[in-house]
């Protein structure tokens, strides 16, 4: 199958092969070229160019798109979401109106537990239907690969129904789903802190892995939920089973956990909201990809990740939706990438490299997704005719997508 899109006003987001990821200045550069075309064949972009350097014949192809003055923008990467949940928690939205902080609503037993007991009373079928609903819902708008975690099982057994989830989840769409294992995401409600550490250990992440239900392994390392030290344990025990991290730290406060993190060789740290400048030189050598979450900062009314002073340090960032009940019911990286630049203060070009290359680094994935670079699997969309690529992030709540395309085929 070969597809040519012509009449492009802008290609965006153009990416050398053998770049997995822009760092410190470099995320300033977003290349593009202008009246344009763009060749795919099997699924994988074949070639591009300007109109007026296209060949006098053109090319022999089953298809051509005239994008009408349309942009073409690689495909939103979504490194971060739970995005497999039972119900909503709308309650929860009234209690942090009236005052009550994320951290508080967790002590009450609310939050992430209140998640897991919607979720212990659904069956793995209508747990699909409800996840794939949300997925079909950001396919539509423009991301083209995620990460999905567990999380609200919180036991052996409705952590591996979440997984199955992900798992058919990833049969059902054409985009490219990673899954993560969380179940270090809160202590289940019958469980003691260390009893339920050790059934992680003991029970789960031997389960997991023999099943192969996941690609990576998480662990809510924050204050009131788990400590470094756990963390470690978690990890090391992953390990074994051949889980790489990714891991949710400095959200509520700092508390060592990035260090161990990184320790571990974490493909990505993700929050950061309380993150310290002092931790700054510990990921400046490594291969971690710092992930941050604005739309969790803007639903609960927390400081936002330091992203621009990263950046200014000579850091990578990615950027995530977090889609989740409790502290992020969105999963639109149109809006994540224009609070980064709003909240942030990140440029459109450092935004969008961030929910791009950056973040497909953050799953893994930059070798095929996340830029438009020959070879790299076609997943882009073209916008309605805009005046610039800055209008994107710029016009935050305006829908400008005209069609999305997911290894070369038009989603509708």
Known sequence: MRLLVSNI????????????????????????????WILVENGKISAFGSM??????????????????????????DPHTHIVYAGSREGEFVDKIMGLSYAEIARRGGG?????????????????????????????K????????????LNTADELKMLRVIQRIKES???????TFLGAH???????????????????????????????????????FFTPEDTDRILEAAEKWGLKPKIHVDELAATGGLPVAVKHGALSVDHLENMPESEFAILKDSQTMPTVLPGTSFFLNMPYAPARKMIDAGLGVAVASDYNPGSTPSGDMKFVVSLACIKMRLLPQEAINAATLNAAYAMGLSGDYGSITVGKA???????????????????????????????????
């Open 173 to 179: 769409v054409p985009m490219r789903v990673v899954s």
């Open 142 to 153: 423009g991301t083209g690969c995620v990460e999905i975690k567990s999380g609200y099982g």
């Open 52 to 77: 007026e350097d296209m060949p006098s014949g053109g090319f022999s192809v089953d298809k051509e798109i005239d994008a009408r003055g349309g942009t073409v923008m690689p495909s939103w990467c």
């Open 186 to 224: 809160a202590v289940g409600r019958q469980y003691g802190h260390d009893e339920y550490v050790n059934l992680i250990i003991s029970e789960m992440l031997p389960e997991v892995g023999r099943e192969r239900l996941a690609d990576y392994v998480d662990v809510f390392c924050d204050e009131g």
């Open 9 to 36: 006003k802008t290609i965006a987001g153009i990416v050398s092969d053998g770049v997995s990821r822009l760092q410190g200045a470099e995320m300033k550069r977003l290349e593009t070229i202008d009246n344009a």
């Open 112 to 140: 992430i537990l209140n998640s897991a007991d919607l979720l212990h009373t659904l069956c793995e079928d209508e747990l699909y239907h409800q996840a794939m609903r949300r997925t079909r819902e950001i396919m539509r």
């Open 378 to 412: 076609a997943n882009f969309f073209i916008t309605e005719p805009i005046p610039s690529v800055n209008y994107i992030p710029y016009a935050y709540t305006s829908p400008i997508i005209n069609k999305v395309f997911i290894n070369g085929k038009e989603e509708v």
